[in-house]
């Protein structure tokens, strides 16, 4: 079956940078695009972007263009995303999830339990 | 960006009874080389992940009971949930995929029993 799972929880100072991995499992991991959302405490979703697998090929959403690097290690089947210069307003879960179809950029149909990063002073 | 509104922020139902949450784009989300509209539904209970419930609009992801229905077209969209049940309590967002490089989400839509 399909999972992913996500690293531990982080607390960062402002201006620091976090990497959060989200490991694949039960499926062919270069197959189908990655998506990183986001969700700050009792909101909504934010979409930040998404990875290509097979090429690390990336889209960022513009918000987050020059403060987020999204990665893969295909060895390992696991995707990175690395957020820098962080100030609380960041303060969220992270949220992998892979996509519906293969080589499409559509919906996340399975997903990640969710990473807490906390900035704080 | 395809601002994605929905509305009501908030509705209560009651058990059995229907509930219509609506979700409208900033503009067309529908193809017209394959007459598909890029949009998705997810359902979303406290603490837990998003999931899947509609892509293509109205197209029911797998193990989604058929009480859930998503309808529209172009920039206006329905999520129908034709008899409420308990389970159903949750927050429901739509998705725009039409952008495939940004993505966005509508703002959420608190569903609760009356």
């Known amino acids: 079956q399909v999972q992913l799972v996500q690293s531990g929880a982080e607390v960062k100072k402002p201006g620091a940078s976090v990497k959060v991995s989200c490991k694949a499992s039960?499926?062919?991991?270069?197959?189908?695009?990655m998506h990183w959302v986001r969700q700050a405490p009792g909101q909504g979703l934010e979409w930040m972007g998404i990875?290509?697998?097979?090429?690390?090929?990336?889209s960022y959403a513009q918000k987050f263009q020059g403060r987020v690097t999204m990665t893969r290690d295909t060895s390992t089947d696991t995707i990175y995303m690395d957020l820098s210069s962080l100030r609380s307003e960041d303060t969220a879960v992270y949220y992998c999830?892979?996509?519906?179809?293969?080589?499409?950029?559509?919906?996340?149909?399975?997903w990640g339990q969710g990473t807490l990063v906390t900035v704080s002073s | 960006d395809i601002v994605m509104t929905q509305s009501p922020d908030s509705l209560a139902v009651s058990l059995g009874e229907r509930a219509t949450i609506n979700c409208k784009s900033s503009?067309?989300?529908?193809?017209?080389?394959?007459?598909?509209?890029?949009l998705a539904w997810y359902q979303q209970k406290p603490g837990q992940p998003p999931k899947l419930l509609i892509y293509?609009?109205?197209t029911r992801e797998s193990g989604v009971p058929d009480r859930f229905s998503g309808s529209g077209s172009a920039t206006d969209f329905t999520l129908t949930i034709s008899s409420l049940q308990a389970e159903d309590v949750a927050v429901y967002y739509c998705?725009?995929?039409?952008?495939?490089?940004?993505?966005?989400f509508g703002g959420g839509t608190k569903v609760e029993i009356k």
């Open positions: 503009q067309s989300v529908l193809y017209s080389s394959n007459n598909k509209n890029y």
């Open positions: 999830a892979r996509d519906v179809s293969p080589g499409s950029t559509l919906a996340g149909r399975y």
């Open positions: 990875i290509n697998p097979s090429s690390g090929g990336t």
């Open positions: 293509w609009a109205s």
């Open positions: 998705q725009q995929y039409y952008t495939t490089s940004s993505l966005t």
């Open positions: 039960g499926y062919t991991f270069i197959a189908y695009y």
